[in-house]
């Protein structure tokens, strides 16, 4: 991945060179009609769900047509496609696009300052210079999904509040049930990256992003990354996940967690209803919050998911960007997939009622500095630690396995070299 990459950088550079803030020219007559091409991640239901999308769409907007691709390895092959002008109209940011890039490879949608009033996520997410590039198809609490009967099965029916508690139960599970305590979902990757949805749930603070991006040692004892990644590779290294962790799948997952098989796995909230859709009963499926309390209690950090955005190549804008707006104001994407609707008026959705009960406190983080936008992520991905990609996590299941000859100390302490080392280069 590496070369499509630096490609991306480039290319980033020349594009911004060229276009200046984001392309002035709507590259079409400003009229919405004609054909749209929208990228999705959503191999499952793009032949069921979106579908009805479509229709829907089209017949609000006669004269319009949307074609759909949906992509497997989404992340890694739109990344390529970027290196060119051909990434549809309509397409998910992908996590790689650092804050700085946006402006060389989507239309701005509008302002924070417009959009704040009546949609959540903007503050912070996918913006850079005051302007909006992407709107969230849905938005996440942060925790993990797991099996309420399998849990209860071994005698845990409230939710960890320490890592160790965390052990323990899986240590329970696995000695009282059939089950695979927690699965990492190692060969697909990206669900590893998941676990970086934990940052900010660990400390409660709404300025975890901004401090990590100002820290030599994400990796020291008690800081969040050493209590997320700790938690990772000492579940690991107890044989509390799946024995062969190079031969998981995704979608086959879903159905092991949803009858029983699988008792756990730490992801996003979007996932509750992909699970409950596999179990028998969607009462089997429940949501709780990273096991950690800062100040007595639970957090869990709200945030959008992947955002739709405009390319800024496309050939028809008027309709690209009917099509984000109707997805996020009309579709009921985010309440239908149980996720939080990126509409401030729209209300939370029952999936979370787990974190409800737990009394978690969600919090949003807070918008970086001018100038400081994305800026931890720019740090991981230029020294090879892409915080969401699941990749570098991927080298702690295999040293925690045995795989890798590392300790978890010599994990963390050349994890800390490379952040603090890309820090001081970017500075």
Known sequence: MKKPLAGLLALAATALALAGCGGDDAGDDGKIGGAI????????????????????????????????????????????????????????????????????????????????????????????????????????????????????????????????????????????????????????????????????????????????????????????????????????????????????????SKGLLGTGKIATMMLGSWSVVQMQQAAPSADDIGYWPFPNQAGGKFHTVVGGDYKNAINIHSKNKATARAWIDWFTDESNYATDQGGVSPVKSAGMPKTLAGLTAAQTEFIELNPAPKGEEGLAEKIGNAAEIALYDGKYRQGIVDAARGAKNQSKDEIFTNLNKKWSNTRTNLK
């Open 37 to 252: 091409t929208v990228l999705t991640q959503r191999t499952d239901i793009v032949n069921t769900v979106f579908q009805d999308y479509k229709k829907k769409f089209e017949a609000k907007y006669p004269g319009t047509t949307v074609k759909f691709e949906a992509i497997t390895d989404y992340e890694g092959e739109v990344r390529v496609r970027m290196n060119t002008e051909d990434y549809g109209d309509v397409l998910l940011i992908p996590n790689s696009v650092n804050a700085d890039q946006l402006p060389a490879f989507f239309e701005p949608l509008g302002t924070v300052d417009e959009m704040q009033g009546k949609y959540r996520f903007v503050r912070t997410e996918q913006t850079f210079g005051g302007k909006v590039y992407g709107l969230a198809i849905t938005g996440n609490a942060q925790g993990y999904v797991f099996n309420k009967k399998i849990w209860t099965q071994a005698g845990v029916t409230e939710p960890p509040k320490t890592p160790q508690e965390f052990l323990d139960a899986l240590k329970a599970i696995k000695e009282k049930t059939g089950a695979t305590p927690l699965y990492t979902n190692y060969k697909d990757g990206w669900p590893l990256g998941q676990w970086e949805g934990a940052r900010g749930s660990v400390s409660g603070d709404p300025d975890a992003a901004i401090k990590l991006a100002k820290d030599d040692s994400p990796w020291a004892p008690g800081k969040e990354h050493f209590i997320i990644d700790s938690l990772l590779y000492d579940a690991v290294q107890a044989g509390y996940t799946e024995a062969d962790p190079t031969t998981t799948n995704w979608e086959q």
